[in-house]
């Protein structure tokens, strides 16, 4: 079972702690044996969900939108990411060079098409902008995979 995550980022420390819980429940759900993640490994979800896959013993694939990418992240999460990268079991490239929403949308394309299900940490409304959670959600329900939003009941932004 190939899954993919995406969500929003700089989320509010309670509705972290809730949103790490929904997704740590969600990948415990699948045999790990079986199990591919594949994320960006941006911060928040995308790399608690990579975390929680590795956790599991799961093999991890990440998607780079841009070459540029890990320089548009915050700098604190640097580590994390190059952790996480150093143990993905395969990484995909879109071959763009800014890290833009173009780039994010590319990366989040390539994403859906590599996996059977969804993850999306999205609290329903729509994207602040272009290659937003709201968008790639529409993208894989076009495409026909199924998205499963994780979100807490009264949570926000």
Same mark, same amino acid.
């Given at each position: 079972?190939?899954?993919?995550?995406?969500?929003?980022?700089?989320?509010?420390?309670?509705?972290? #702690?809730?949103?790490?819980?929904?997704?740590?429940?969600?990948?415990?759900?699948?045999?790990?044996?079986?199990?591919?993640?594949?994320?960006?490994?941006?911060?928040?979800?995308?790399?608690?969900?990579?975390?929680?896959?590795?956790?599991? #013993?799961?093999?991890?694939?990440?998607?780079? =939108?841009?070459?540029?990418?890990?320089?548009?992240?915050?700098?604190?999460? @640097? =580590?994390?990411?190059?952790?996480?990268?150093?143990?993905?079991?395969?990484?995909?490239?879109?071959?763009?060079?800014?890290?833009?929403?173009?780039?994010?949308?590319? #990366?989040?394309?390539?994403?859906?098409?590599? +996996?059977?299900?969804?993850?999306?940490? @999205?609290?329903?409304?729509?994207? @602040? #902008?272009?290659?937003?959670?709201?968008?790639? +959600?529409?993208?894989?329900?076009?495409?026909?995979? =199924?998205?499963?939003?994780? @979100? =807490?009941?009264?949570?926000?932004?």
């Amino acid at each position: 079972m190939r899954v993919g995550i995406t969500g929003h980022r700089g989320l509010s420390t309670e509705v972290e #702690g809730q949103v790490r819980a929904l997704l740590e429940a969600a990948v415990s759900q699948y045999d790990p044996i079986d199990l591919v993640g594949v994320s960006c490994i941006a911060d928040g979800p995308d790399a608690w969900f990579a975390e929680y896959v590795l956790g599991r #013993g799961a093999r991890l694939e990440v998607v780079i =939108p841009a070459e540029e990418y890990r320089e548009g992240l915050p700098e604190e999460h @640097w =580590p994390v990411y190059d952790q996480l990268l150093t143990r993905a079991a395969e990484v995909h490239r879109t071959g763009m060079s800014t890290s833009d929403s173009a780039a994010h949308m590319a #990366g989040s394309e390539i994403l859906v098409g590599l +996996v059977d299900e969804l993850l999306a940490v @999205w609290d329903g409304k729509p994207a @602040w #902008g272009y290659g937003g959670t709201a968008d790639v +959600v529409a993208y894989a329900e076009r495409t026909g995979v =199924p998205a499963r939003v994780l @979100w =807490p009941e009264g949570a926000s932004r």
